[in-house]
Structures are given as structure tokens and as C-alpha cells.
């Protein structure tokens, strides 16, 4: 047969009060409050520890439903986040993109920059040696190339003679 709390706790009390009505009977006395504060304080933690069970099951379902809510809103924050990871990755891509056509476009302009220079730097050549300009400006960009401490200066030397036919009247010789 299932024990019942209540009936535990008549039992108990009444076994006190046997015990004590035995000492009662032998003293002529009433249960001491002592006694009485001892069996209670055993019901009570007889029913303490049947109840701790059940307490902590709760208690850990309400910690499980908390966790389990905190990590549907990290999930929720982690797509988010790998959403916006993407985005920055597919902007990333065209930047790159666009810088590498912008390389390819810079080396492209340098490159018929550089034939540009070099058509005019051959035809100053040409113009020097018909007039008999020594050194020509070809002769003097080598020796700067050279020297690169007399750069400057050669540099300036080299677009001087360009511009004023290398510091002498055309036609003189």
C-alpha cells in the first residue's frame, strides 16, 4: 500500500507521542517541545529531500528553455552576420574586379605613354644628328640612366636641349 505525507506524518507524531507517552506514562509528563521540534524537523526533511528531486528537474528545464532561447537568437544573429559576410565578400570581389581593370587600363596607358616618348625622344635624335647637335638628347638620357646621382640635373639638361635644340641656333654648326 502507497504511504501517504499525511499519514507518514500522523505516524511519526503518534510514534512521538507513544514514545513519549511512554515516557509519560513513566514521568506523568506531556511531550517536551523538544521532541516534538525534533520530529517535526524530520518530516520536514524527509519531505525536503523527496521534494528536491522534482525541484531540480524543474529548475533545469527552465535553464534548457533559456539556453535553448539564447541560441535560437545567436543562430538567428550568426545568419545574419554570415549574410552580411557574404555581401562584403561579393563587394569585396568586384572591387577587385574594377582595381584590376584599372591596373590593366594604368599599364596600358603607361605603356603607349611610354612609346609616345620614345617616337619623340627618336625624332629629336633624328632632328639633332640632321643638325648636328652633340650630344644628342638619346646620348644624354643614356648617360643620365648611367649616373643616377647627375639625374636631375641631366634631366634638366636633357629638356633644355629639347626645347632650346641644345642650347644652339638651328642652322648653326
Do not use: C, W, Y
Not at 539556453?67 to 568586384?94: F, M, P, T
Amino acid at each position: 500500500m502507497a504511504k501517504h505525507p499525511e499519514h507518514e506524518e500522523k505516524n511519526v507524531l503518534s510514534e512521538g507521542r507513544k514514545s513519549s507517552d511512554n515516557k509519560a506514562d513513566d514521568d506523568g509528563t506531556n511531550p517536551s517541545k523538544a521532541t516534538i521540534a525534533r520530529l517535526k524537523l524530520k518530516l520536514i526533511t524527509k519531505h525536503a529531500i523527496r521534494g528536491f528531486a522534482p525541484v531540480a528537474a524543474v529548475l533545469a528545464l527552465i535553464i534548457a528553455v533559456v539556453s535553448s532561447a539564447g541560441n535560437r537568437s545567436s543562430q538567428e544573429q550568426l545568419s545574419k552576420a554570415a549574410a552580411r559576410l557574404d555581401g562584403v565578400s561579393a563587394s569585396l570581389s568586384a572591387t577587385r574586379g574594377e582595381l584590376e581593370k584599372l591596373k590593366a587600363a594604368t599599364a596600358q596607358e603607361k605603356a603607349m605613354q611610354e612609346e609616345r616618348v620614345t617616337k619623340i625622344i627618336q625624332s629629336v635624335n633624328q632632328l639633332q644628328l640632321i643638325m648636328h647637335v652633340s650630344p644628342t638628347l638619346e646620348e644624354e638620357l643614356l648617360q643620365s640612366a648611367r649616373t643616377p646621382a647627375a639625374s636631375p640635373s641631366a634631366a634638366s639638361a636633357a629638356t633644355e636641349a629639347v626645347t632650346t635644340g641644345g642650347g644652339r641656333k638651328p642652322g648653326a654648326r
